[in-house]
Nanobody, 132 residues
Framework: VQLQASGGGLVQPGDSLTLRCVSSEFTLDGYAIGWFRQVPGKEREGVGCLDNHDGSTSYRDSVKGRFIISRENAKNTVDLQMSSLKPEDTGVYYC??????????????????????????WGQGTLVTVSS
């Protein structure tokens, strides 16, 4: 599965940035898509996820009200719109996907909502740096 996250860059605190996840191999409809970030020395951290069947989204508390995951199925893309960026949002951002059936099964089995183990396929990351 080919996934690619793009759109990263250097921005100032308070700025906005939109990241994009695209698959070149399959349609993202029918999958759960997660966005994660990682900084050196720390574990990969889930920031939000999308059920691409019903469009429902969930976000970790630290990004609620600032990050929005949106989909455009016609383009087979899922975006992470980030606003009011803070230095602590700095990191390499990844998108990941898993079939909805597997996603729901793993949640039922007790895997936490923003746990990287929910996902089977990962794209290469894109670096976001928030600095003045």
């Amino acid at each position: 599965v080919q996934l690619q996250a793009s759109g990263g860059g250097l921005v100032q605190p308070g700025d906005s940035l939109t990241l994009r996840c695209v698959s070149s191999e399959f349609t993202l409809d029918g999958y759960a898509i997660g966005w994660f970030r990682q900084v050196p020395g720390k574990e990969r951290e889930g920031v939000g996820c999308l059920d691409n069947h019903d469009g429902s989204t969930s976000y970790r508390d630290s990004v609620k009200g600032r990050f929005i995951i949106s989909r455009e199925n016609a383009k087979n893309t899922v975006d992470l719109q980030m606003s009011s960026l803070k230095p602590e949002d700095t990191g390499v951002y990844y998108c990941a996907v898993v079939s909805l059936s597997t996603f729901r099964s793993r949640l039922r089995d007790g895997t936490a909502l923003f746990d990287a183990r929910l996902y089977d396929y990962w794209g290469q990351g894109t670096l976001v740096t928030v600095s003045s």
